[in-house]
């Protein structure tokens, strides 16, 4: 049976490349300016914060808010998940702070809250806490803690965009939080990321890292006019607050993105609509079907073998790509971060033995595309053919 599914399908539409040829007639601005702000205002608006900084990739996003952490809370640890996207952990690193390690809670694959808890320590920064997937993995007790102990959290909203916990959208709960617009996500500036906050000390120092730590970037008059008189030696318009990077993206990211905007909730109900369907019809005996789906909205299938072997991983895999489905092994991120090379020298060889719950969907997790055109049918055939296939 020929599936043929990709992860991600006609995520960049007709309409979406006519609005694109409409701005590049005549000789517009191409550059960061009035769409990457109209861009800024309406992602906020649709979010519910203050404020939201359109950088150049997820990961940008990730490094940005990172560096802002340094900079205003000082050295320190930031706890992190040991299922994610490298740029989390790796912005840490770069960041000059410490990654403290967490494992996953099996229901909605994000930290376990007890475990968060029990890892912070006078020297905690913030926490950096993963949505994997579209899950939530937000609950009262850690929203609680974290406000009683003064301990900022940092949302990665990258990859659940319009998911909820309390009918509250993610990414408007911590102190900042960040998404990404890459092609396979919920909406696509084809490379692109948000950095959103209701803080303006993170909003202002967020756009000077954006733009080489440029003071001019920002738009508080007082910031300005303070490096401005701290410096009278120096040009106003090139004072450079701080070690920054050069993270903006252009006018055409914006362009797309806005119209992206306008179809993202109809189409994550779509989404939503896939994923219970799949669930609904996966061997609730073979696979993992009790995910807490509680105000998620899921861009993939989330495929979980439930009594895992080698065998049974290397013939599901075997069966997808025969019958042409696209999926990626390990979950979120390629599987368990404790196992990647670079981060040797910060953790030990056999750390992974620490967090066995991340370790099991490294081998015995996939995921496949859930993107708004896909037919039923061809998700109950793909369920027939995993519930066949051990």
């Given at each position: 049976?020929?599936?043929?599914?990709?992860?991600?399908?006609n995520?960049?539409t007709?309409?979406d490349?006519?609005?694109?040829?409409?701005?590049?007639k005549?000789d517009?601005?191409l550059?960061?300016?009035?769409?990457?702000k109209?861009?800024?205002k309406?992602w906020?608006?649709?979010?519910?914060?203050?404020y939201s900084?359109?950088?150049?990739s997820?990961s940008s996003a990730?490094?940005?808010?990172?560096?802002?952490?340094k900079q205003?809370y000082g050295?320190?640890?930031?706890?992190v998940?040991?299922?994610?996207?490298v740029?989390?952990?790796?912005?840490?690193i770069?960041?000059?702070?410490k990654p403290?390690?967490?494992?996953?809670?099996e229901?909605?694959?994000?930290?376990?809250?007890?475990?968060?808890l029990?890892?912070?320590?006078?020297?905690?920064?913030a926490v950096?806490?993963t949505h994997?997937?579209?899950?939530?993995?937000?609950?009262?007790?850690?929203?609680?803690?974290?406000?009683?102990?003064?301990?900022?959290?940092?949302?990665?909203?990258?990859e659940?965009?319009?998911?909820?916990f309390?009918?509250?959208?993610l990414?408007?709960?911590?102190?900042a939080?960040?998404f990404?617009?890459?092609?396979?996500h919920?909406?696509?500036?084809?490379?692109?990321?948000?950095?959103?906050?209701?803080?303006?000390?993170?909003?202002?120092v967020?756009?000077?890292?954006?733009?080489?730590g440029m003071?001019?970037e920002a738009?508080s008059?007082?910031?300005k006019n303070?490096?401005?008189k701290?410096?009278?030696?120096?040009?106003?318009e090139?004072?450079f607050?701080y070690?920054?990077?050069?993270m903006?993206s252009?006018?055409?990211?914006?362009?797309?993105g806005?119209?992206?905007?306008k179809?993202?909730?109809?189409n994550?109900?779509?989404r939503?609509k896939?994923?219970?369907?799949?669930?609904?019809?996966?061997?609730?005996?073979?696979?993992?079907t009790?995910?807490?789906?509680?105000g998620?909205?899921n861009?993939?299938?989330?495929?979980?073998?439930?009594?895992?072997?080698?065998e049974?991983?290397?013939?599901?895999?075997?069966n997808?790509?025969?019958?042409?489905?696209e999926?990626?092994r390990g979950?979120s991120?390629?599987g368990?971060?404790?196992?990647?090379?670079?981060?040797?020298?910060?953790v030990?060889p056999?750390?992974?033995?620490?967090?066995?719950?991340t370790d099991?969907v490294?081998?015995?997790?996939f995921?496949?595309?859930?993107?708004p055109s896909?037919?039923?049918?061809?998700?109950?055939d793909?369920?027939?053919?995993l519930?066949?296939t051990?």
């Amino acid at each position: 049976m020929k599936l043929s599914m990709p992860l991600m399908n006609n995520n960049i539409t007709r309409e979406d490349r006519d609005v694109l040829i409409e701005f590049l007639k005549g000789d517009p601005i191409l550059t960061q300016s009035t769409n990457v702000k109209a861009f800024e205002k309406e992602w906020s608006q649709w979010l519910g914060v203050k404020y939201s900084v359109f950088v150049n990739s997820g990961s940008s996003a990730n490094f940005i808010t990172m560096n802002a952490i340094k900079q205003i809370y000082g050295q320190g640890e930031v706890i992190v998940p040991t299922l994610t996207w490298v740029s989390d952990v790796a912005s840490v690193i770069n960041a000059g702070l410490k990654p403290v390690f967490v494992d996953i809670n099996e229901r909605h694959l994000g930290m376990d809250c007890d475990q968060i808890l029990s890892k912070i320590t006078s020297q905690t920064r913030a926490v950096f806490l993963t949505h994997v997937l579209g899950f939530n993995a937000l609950s009262d007790r850690l929203l609680k803690e974290l406000e009683a102990r003064k301990i900022p959290l940092i949302e990665d909203v990258c990859e659940s965009h319009g998911a909820t916990f309390k009918g509250k959208k993610l990414g408007s709960y911590g102190l900042a939080s960040n998404f990404s617009f890459y092609y396979a996500h919920h909406m696509t500036t084809i490379e692109g990321g948000m950095i959103c906050t209701n803080d303006e000390k993170i909003y202002e120092v967020s756009r000077l890292y954006r733009s080489h730590g440029m003071v001019r970037e920002a738009t508080s008059e007082d910031m300005k006019n303070s490096y401005i008189k701290e410096n009278p030696e120096l040009n106003p318009e090139f004072i450079f607050a701080y070690p920054g990077f050069n993270m903006r993206s252009t006018e055409i990211n914006a362009v797309l993105g806005r119209n992206q905007l306008k179809s993202l909730d109809a189409n994550n109900e779509k989404r939503t609509k896939n994923f219970k369907l799949f669930l609904s019809l996966l061997d609730a005996k073979k696979y993992r079907t009790d995910f807490d789906i509680e105000g998620s909205v899921n861009y993939a299938l989330t495929l979980v073998i439930k009594d895992g072997n080698p065998e049974k991983a290397q013939k599901v895999m075997a069966n997808l790509k025969e019958a042409g489905v696209e999926f990626r092994r390990g979950l979120s991120g390629g599987g368990s971060q404790i196992r990647q090379p670079y981060l040797r020298g910060y953790v030990a060889p056999d750390d992974y033995k620490k967090f066995p719950k991340t370790d099991y969907v490294h081998f015995y997790g996939f995921y496949i595309g859930n993107f708004p055109s896909l037919e039923e049918q061809k998700i109950n055939d793909l369920c027939q053919l995993l519930n066949r296939t051990i």
